[in-house]
DNA sequence: CGGGACCTTGATTATCTTCAATGCTAGTGG
DNA sequence: CCACTAGCATTGAAGATAATCAAGGTCCCG
C-alpha cells in the first residue's frame, strides 16, 4: 500500500486516488490526471434517488462524500440494498439499469461527473497505464464483494454477517484514507443495515448490541470503535 | 432469439452458440468460428475439482457437458455454491481463482479449452464483431445473475429461492437449446442445491415437496417439470 | 447381498421475523 | 422556552421459518 499517497485532506478526488493507489501504485501524475477529469459536483438530499439521466447520456458518478446504495425493491415492499458506495466510489448508470436497480442516497451525497476519468482508467494510451491497471484490480475487487456478499447471505448467521460486513467497511474506509486502525463509521440506519444484510431490523439492532456486550465494538452516533481487532478477524467465518 | 441456430444436436459447441446467438445474432461464419476454436475435450468424474494448472497457464474452459460450480470452503466446513456452469458457459480461472474459490463438477462434466474463443470474442477485430456483441451481453447476463442471486439469500424465503432459482435454469437451458418449454433437467443433488441456496439439505427436500404438492412442479430423476408455468412465474417474489 | 450415496421423515431446537409499544433525539413552530 | 412531531433505536412477547439431530428408506452398483 503506498501510504504516502494517503491524504485525506487533498480534495474530492483523495478517496477515489487514495483507493487505486492502495491496490496498484499511482504517481502524482496519474493523481493530478483523475482529479484534473472530475467534472462538475452534484449535491443529493438524504433518502432521495439519484437520477441520471442529465442531459448527455449516462455518465459514471463519483461519490466525493456520503453514502450510496444500490437497491433492488420488490413487489411487496421489501427491499434488498445489493452494493454500497462510499467515498471514492464510482456508480456506473448502465450497470444500475442494466440490472434492475436504482440507487438512492443513504446520507446527504456529493457525486462528481467521472466520465473522462473512466475514460482514460480504461483507454489503453499508456499515458494512463498505472491508472488502468489500478482501474482493473479495482474492478476486481467489486466483484469480488459480490461474491463475498453471496457468501455472506447464503452461509453465515446474522452475528457474523455484520462482523464480516463491517470488517469490509473497515477495509474500504482505510484504502481510502478515511478511517484508522481501530474505528470505521457507519452512516447508515438499522433499517437500511437490514436491508444489506438480510434481516430484520429488530434483529440487527439485538445483534448489534450482542456485538457490544461481547465487547467487539462500541457503536453509537453513525461511528464503529473496534475493541478487539484480534477477536473481531476471529469471529469471521473466513473463506478458505 | 435466433430461432434457425438452436440445434440441440450441432456438436459440443452448440449450447455455447445457441447462448449467444439468444443475446445477439451470430451468423454462420461467427458459429463456425467458434466450433473451429475450441480446444481438446477434457473429462472430469462427478465431485472431482476442476484444477487449471494444465501447462500453458490458465485458460478458460468451456463446460461441453455436465454441471460445475464455482464454491467458496469455509473454515467449518460449510460450503457455499457462489455460481453454476451448465454446457455452454465458460469458466475463467482467473476469476475462480481471485475470489478464493474452487471449482468442482457436480456430474461427470467434459470441458474444452476455450481459451482462442475468448480471445476472438474480446478481441476488437472487426471480422469478431458479432461474437464480440454477444459476447458484452453474455458477461452482462453472467454478472445480472450474480446480484439476482444476492437478492434471492437475502430477501426470498426459501420456497421462493427455489422457484426463482429453477426460473432462471429454466430460462437458461432453453437460450443454449437444452430444454424446452415445459421441463428443465436438474442434475444435483439436494445438498448442493441447500449449498446454493444458503439452506439446509433437509429443508431444500421439504420445500420441493410443498412445490409438488401445490402442483407447480414434478421432480424426479434429475428432471423438473413446470406443471403450472403461470403460478410459476406468479410466485417469484420479483424485482421491479 | 452388502455398501454407499442420496432422499425422506419425525422430533426438537435455534434463529429470525413480526407485531406492538415505548424511548430518544433533533428539528419546528407557537 | 416548550410542546409537538418525525425518524430512528430499543424492548418484550409471540410465532414462523429454518436448522439440527437421528433414523429409516430407496436405489444403484459392484
Known sequence: MTVLSIRPGGGPAQPLINLLSSLSPLSDTDATMVRERLGEPRNHPSAAEIRFEEGHGERPLMVAAGWAAEVSLLEDGRRQIVSLHLPGDIIDPAEVRRMN????????????????????????DPACAALAKAWRLHRHMVQARL?????????LTAYD???????????????AGMADHRSLSLPMTQEALADHLGLSIVHVNRTLQQLRRDSLIDYQGGRVMVRDPAGFAASLGRTG
Not at 454477517?161 to 484504502?175: K, P, S, V, W
Open 101 to 124: 436497480l436504482s440507487a438512492y442516497a443513504l446520507t446527504s451525497v456529493r457525486t462528481q461527473d467521472a466520465n473522462r476519468v473512466v475514460a482514460a482508467a480504461t483507454s489503453d
Open 147 to 155: 461474491v463475498r456478499h453471496i457468501i455472506r447471505l447464503g452461509r
Open 161 to 175: 454477517r455484520i462482523t464480516d460486513f463491517l470488517g469490509e467497511l473497515h477495509d474500504r474506509q482505510r484504502r
